[in-house]
């Protein structure tokens, strides 16, 4: 038995949790350099301000209908994520953090001590508002993939009030109905054109699927996921977050580039960020994306792409790092105003399994590793490779960046005695 | 040259620690002051109001959300959407300050109004701490 607990727009409502004149009021959150909204809560969307739009775009519409838009603050959703994590952990005895604002609970070995679930996802959904001041919803269901399901249940049906724990096949077979196959766990839109196709469009459609089909017409991982929708428990939180297949680090700049060296900082920046992810989960890249381009709103979109092969796959700073360098020098146009940029790190292979080349030195990870140990520990680039600049004039801008009310000292909130 | 060190010892050493058994953890502030972690938040009070149970303006305010409200706490409570330091009277609805030149407030159906949290300590810097100065 599986619990999912995800907080309800998690930035807009951790941005509340310090603004109670703000609670109950239309929020969006905007993404490094405040061009997109990443995060809009309900009443927002009420407003009709959806996701993922320009925010130029919707700007003026905004302000006039009174919504307020901030420049992510993630050093306050960190914080707060802890604490929920925290709090949410207390209510099962294994706990899966699954990303920053949603965790998987197993009852596996306690359920049954558990007088009612249903009671319990109460408790835990009031725990977590009275402990944090963050909304969160509840799904209890025997796979994760149907906790999945409850949880979009909790959130999108009207009577469950937040919590929903599937007891029975007539309720779980109801809740899939009236599910777009979409939604479904694991279901992107390129499986679901297909199962489309195939006349399948609501969730409950796939939990019928036969489980052989799905395997050869998909995937494996496929029909695990009918398995799951049928209370067949196939997919443990281990395998629950499969790697990265590819590793980006891309961002728009506060102030345009336009000299060759501050491009060849800012490739050199993101190249180093996407090689500490790469070694986090233990790839390394066979080829290596890098990209610079002015905006695509601009009179003339002009930019470079280029794929380096490499000899060998690396995932090391210093190596990728200079690639990214030495081709920004390369292909630097002194004439475009340069916008957007990162690096993409693809062929990830596993360095467990690494071959090695004849020709080629083995590289000492030690480095690496000390180097990342030292980030972890103090503080991101408490160490960097002097490539990627010491003062970073493509910074991200966040003009509306809300105080770093639980990290930082001078910001934490003052409170009235008046 | 490769050298592998080793340390020397030649069974000569000094007069060992009394001390060693009886290692433990240093005293921690957090540990004193901090009950529950993960829902404690920090925040300053500001204004004059609660002077008489000893909150002066600037003090720090250590505020728990995880424990209940009862008759008389300090408390932070959101008020019409501001964060305010209050002692409560849950019988009689009261919001009461700490001073004698402020006047008690009622707490009206129209108010919104929450309890945020108890205020389980509060610390007064009688130096200033450079880390709450701006600079």
């Not at chain 1, 790839?283 to 000899?311: M, V, W």
């Not at chain 1, 490539?387 to 409170?415: F, N, S, V």
């Not at chain 2, 592998?4 to 009394?18: D, K, N």
């Not at chain 2, 919104?112 to 300590?121: L, Q, Y």
């Amino acid at each position: 038995m599986y619990a999912l607990v995800d907080a309800n727009s998690f930035y807009c409502s951790a941005e509340q949790v310090f603004r109670p004149e703000w609670r109950g009021r239309p929020v969006v959150v905007l993404s490094n350099n405040d061009g997109c909204i990443v995060a809009a809560n309900r009443q927002a969307k009420a407003l009709g301000i959806g996701k993922f739009g320009p925010y130029f775009e919707v700007r003026a519409l905004c302000e006039q209908l009174g919504v307020i838009a901030l420049s992510s603050n993630y050093e306050l959703y960190g914080s707060l994520s802890h604490s929920m994590m925290e709090v949410i952990g207390r209510f099962a005895p294994e706990q899966h953090i699954y990303s920053i604002d949603e965790s998987f609970l197993s009852f596996k070995h306690c359920y049954p001590a558990i007088p009612c679930l249903l009671t319990h996802g109460a408790k835990i959904r009031r725990a977590v508002w009275k402990e944090t001041r963050l909304p969160v919803c509840v799904g209890i269901a025997e796979t994760l993939t149907l906790a999945k399901v409850a949880n979009h249940a909790a959130k999108k049906i009207y009577g469950y009030n937040g919590v929903c724990y599937i007891e029975s096949v007539n309720q779980r077979d109801a809740i899939l109905s009236a599910m777009k196959v979409t939604d479904v766990w694991g279901i992107g839109s390129r499986i679901g054109k297909k199962l489309h196709a195939m006349g399948i469009t609501t969730a409950l459609g796939l939990a019928k699927l036969q489980p052989g089909i799905a395997r050869k017409n998909f995937s494996i991982e496929i029909e695990r996921t009918v398995r799951e929708l049928n209370g067949e428990a196939c997919k443990g939180w281990d395998s629950a977050r499969a790697d990265k297949q590819q590793i980006f680090s891309t961002r728009s700049v506060g102030e345009r580039i336009t000299d060759k060296s501050t491009l060849q900082q800012a490739l050199s920046k993101h190249a180093g960020i996407a090689a500490a992810k790469a070694r986090k989960q233990g790839s390394a890249a066979g080829t290596i994306l890098i990209f610079a381009s002015n905006s695509p709103y601009d009179e003339q979109p002009n930019g470079f792409k280029y794929h380096y092969r490499c000899a060998h796959p690396t995932n090391d700073s210093c190596e990728i790092m200079a690639y990214a360098s030495e081709i920004a020098r390369q292909l630097y146009n002194p004439h475009t105003r340069y916008y957007k940029m990162g690096i993409g790190l693809l062929d990830l292979s596993p360095t467990k399994h690494r071959q090695g080349d004849l020709f080629t030195p083995e590289k000492d990870p030690a480095l690496m590793q000390v180097y990342d140990q030292l980030n972890q520990r103090y503080g991101t680039d408490t160490v960097f490779i002097a490539a990627q600049g010491i003062e970073g004039k493509w910074h991200m801008r966040r003009e509306l960046l809300t105080p770093q009310y639980t990290t930082c000292w001078q910001d934490i909130p003052q409170i009235n005695c008046r | 040259m490769k050298v592998i060190p080793i340390f020397a010892c030649a069974g000569i050493t000094g007069f060992e620690s009394p001390a060693a058994e009886y290692r433990q953890l240093p005293l921690s502030l957090d540990e004193l002051l901090i009950e529950h972690p993960s829902a404690t938040f920090i925040g300053q009070a500001s204004g004059d109001s609660m002077e008489n149970i000893g909150i002066f303006d600037k003090d720090i305010l250590i505020v728990d959300r995880h424990v209940s409200v009862e008759n008389h706490d300090v408390i932070v409570a959101n008020y019409n959407g501001n964060f305010v330091c209050k002692l409560i009277d849950t019988q009689r609805r009261l919001l009461l300050s700490a001073n004698d030149s402020h006047q008690s407030v009622t707490i009206q159906e129209y108010d919104s109004f929450s309890v945020e949290g108890v205020v389980i300590r509060s610390i007064r810097c009688h130096r200033q701490s450079p880390l709450l100065v701006n600079d």
